[in-house]
Nanobody
Framework: VQLQASGGGLVQAGGFLRLSCAAS????????MGWFRQAPGKEREFVAA????????YYRESVKGRFTISREYAKNTVYLQMNSLKPEDTAVYYC???????????????????WGQGTQVTVSS
C-alpha cells in the first residue's frame, strides 16, 4: 500500500484545511485508515481514524467537534477536514493504513502497517 498525503499549509487560527490521503494498492474500504501528527520535539500522536469494517470514526479528545475523517471510494482517498484550527494543531500530519487482521487499537501507531510521507500544517495566532 502506498499513501500520498497532501493539503497542508499555513492558515490563521480559526481557519480550516482539508488534508487528503490518496491510497494505492488497497482500497480504503479494506484497511483501517488513520491520521497522526507530530510537532517538533514531541512524539507522534493519534488524531483520527476510520474503521475498515463499518466506517466507525475515532478522534483524539482535543479535535472532537473540529476535525472530521471521511473516505471517498471513487477516489480511493481518505480526508481529514480540519475546522477552527488552533496554533496547537501545528504539526506534520501523517496518514496511515492498517491491514484488517492486524491487532491493536486504532489510537496506537502500532495498529498501522503503512505510512504516508507527511504534510505540514502550520496555524498562526
Amino acid at each position: 500500500v502506498q499513501l500520498q498525503a497532501s493539503g497542508g499549509g499555513l492558515v490563521q487560527a480559526g481557519g480550516f484545511l482539508r488534508l487528503s490521503c490518496a491510497a494505492s494498492g488497497r482500497t480504503v474500504s479494506s484497511v483501517a485508515m488513520g491520521w497522526f501528527r507530530q510537532a517538533p520535539g514531541k512524539e507522534r500522536e493519534f488524531v483520527a481514524a476510520i474503521s475498515w469494517s463499518d466506517g466507525s470514526t475515532y478522534y483524539r479528545e482535543s479535535v472532537k467537534g473540529r476535525f472530521t475523517i471521511s473516505r471517498e471510494y471513487a477516489k480511493n482517498t481518505v480526508y481529514l477536514q480540519m475546522n477552527s484550527l488552533k496554533p496547537e494543531d501545528t504539526a506534520v500530519y501523517y496518514c496511515a493504513a492498517g491491514e484488517r487482521n492486524r491487532g491493536g487499537t486504532y489510537y496506537s501507531p502500532g495498529r498501522y502497517d503503512y505510512w504516508g510521507q507527511g504534510t505540514q500544517v502550520t496555524v498562526s495566532s
